[in-house]
């Protein structure tokens, strides 16, 4: 199974147990080793609560699976053979429950506010580098308004880092090296925290928060002259 394949079952599973809920943004990340990740960012329009759908298991262990599981058709308990290994895997793919390879929580609502408004400023763009040998492939797909998309290879460039922010946060999630991968860029755990930081703030009372500083203006002391020195300079311009 390739890549394509494994991001499309596993959206296919996760629409079909999320057939009420709108879809805010795709993520798929493809590693040259087969430790691929597909991610999903939901909202209900009922309540207005956003759900984090993500991949359990990557596809190079999910192609082992799938080899087991044929190994197993042709084999009996004793490990004797006793029929024909599939000759595609259409067959195994169809029989395979993709539900189980994914998890479904509930997703912070002042981080998917934030995503939101980052979405609705990128809509209609396709920001996408090309693609390069040797490196991991993120894609970002947002469904919000007229759409976006960002693509890259390996570390983000300056015109995906949003995205790179955004998948920052939605990383937290997931555990091993697609963790690692999608949080190693410094420049977007920066601009998360700066992101994180503005939400801390918004939600701050008015009163508990810092004054402005006036700007400095610097002080100009003008000299000072008293009666006596007025009378003194007088008579000196009369000499």
């Not at 890549?3 to 943004?25: D, G, I, N, P």
């Not at 400095?216 to 000299?223: I, L, Q, S």
Request: hydrophobic share 40%.
């Amino acid at each position: 199974m390739d890549a394509t394949r494994y991001f499309e079952e596993m959206h296919r599973a996760m629409a079909a147990q999320k057939t009420a809920s709108q879809l805010v943004l795709t993520a798929c990340y493809q590693d040259t080793a087969g430790s691929d990740a597909y991610l999903e960012l939901r909202r209900n329009p009922a309540d207005g609560s956003f759900r984090i759908l993500y991949s359990t298991m990557g596809r190079s262990d999910l192609n082992f699976q799938l080899f087991r599981k044929g190994w197993q058709l042709c084999h009996n308990a004793a490990g004797e053979l006793t029929g024909r290994f599939p000759s595609s895997a259409e067959g195994l793919i169809a029989q395979t429950d993709f539900r189980a390879f994914y998890r479904d929580e509930s997703f912070d609502p002042d981080k998917a506010a934030h995503i939101l408004d980052t979405l609705r400023r990128y809509a209609g763009q396709d920001i996408s580098a090309s693609a390069q040998q040797g490196g991991s492939r993120v894609t970002m797909t947002s469904y919000i308004q007229g759409g976006a998309r960002w693509a890259y290879t390996g570390t983000p460039d300056s015109a995906c880092l949003p995205a790179a922010a955004i998948l920052y946060w939605l990383a937290d999630q997931l555990a091993g090296r697609e963790r690692r991968a999608l949080q190693a860029c410094p420049q977007a755990a920066r601009l998360a925290a700066q992101w994180e930081t503005e939400i801390a703030f918004a939600k701050t009372p008015v009163l508990l928060r810092p004054a402005p500083r006036r700007p400095y203006t610097p002080y100009e002391r003008t000299p000072m002259r008293n009666k006596s020195w007025q009378s003194i300079l007088t008579v000196m311009r009369t000499m």
